[in-house]
């Protein structure tokens, strides 16, 4: 899948339908839908339980998109105009915190307000700079599910990237990534810096929504090394 300048995209997600509204001619990349978003959003509807009743013990996501058995704590990171967040929420998500920088934030909010009748309620939304400690210790972590979507787009912004994530997911919790290269600098210092803090695992491309299975797109797992746990 390719961007679209389209005004409007809409998502399937089981019976529901989001509407999202995107600004290409913002200054904000923040303000787009990018691919890696609905690839992600469209795996975990794949591979997340409908129900309670309905948990496949084969089924090798179960332990990270099940949101019926556990109450599990969520965060997304450059959540942009909130697809992949929406998405979790209507799979089950129940607590899940939307967070970007401030000048995405009205995008974001009214693409929440837009979808509402859809999602039922008010997700929860926080400015969140990756280099800002105070507002990560803010959004009180460790959560167990640490989401991002097309996150690695500039070198500079790598390293505070990757510390929040380690700063963000629980040392049992799961990074969930939707990645697409945008930048080779950046893609260099991206794996180098997450090799030494997470265990990478690449989800196989046919595991991906048959429908979302995009030759330049690809999701990952991560989890925390042991030996960078804290005590």
Request: with cysteine.
């Amino acid at each position: 899948m390719k961007f679209t300048d389209s005004p409007v995209i809409e998502l399937q997600v089981r019976d529901s339908r989001l509407s999202i509204q995107q600004d290409n001619g913002s200054f904000h990349v923040g303000t787009s839908v990018w691919p890696c978003s609905l690839v992600l959003a469209k795996f975990a509807e794949r591979w997340a339980p409908p129900s309670p009743n309905t948990i496949d013990n084969n089924n090798p996501y179960t332990p990270f998109l099940d949101f019926h058995s556990r109450r599990r704590r969520a965060i997304e990171l450059g959540t942009g105009c909130g697809a992949a967040g929406m998405a979790f929420h209507l799979l089950g998500l129940q607590d899940i915190l939307l967070t970007d920088i401030s000048p995405v934030m009205p995008a974001l909010k009214h693409n929440l307000k837009r979808n509402k009748p859809v999602l039922k309620k008010n997700l929860k939304t926080s400015i969140l700079y990756w280099n800002n400690k105070d507002q990560i210790n803010a959004v009180n972590p460790p959560f167990d599910l640490v989401i991002a979507a097309d996150v690695v787009y500039i070198e500079e912004s790598v390293g505070h990237l990757v510390g929040a994530m380690e700063a963000l997911v629980a040392d049992d919790g799961v990074v969930l990534l939707g990645y697409q290269l945008r930048s080779p600098e950046a893609d260099k210092l991206f794996w180098e810096m997450c090799e030494k803090v997470f265990v990478i695992e690449k989800v196989p491309h046919q595991d991906l929504h048959p429908d979302y299975a995009y030759e330049e797109t690809d999701v990952y797992v991560f989890r925390k090394k042991k030996n960078n746990t804290s005590n």
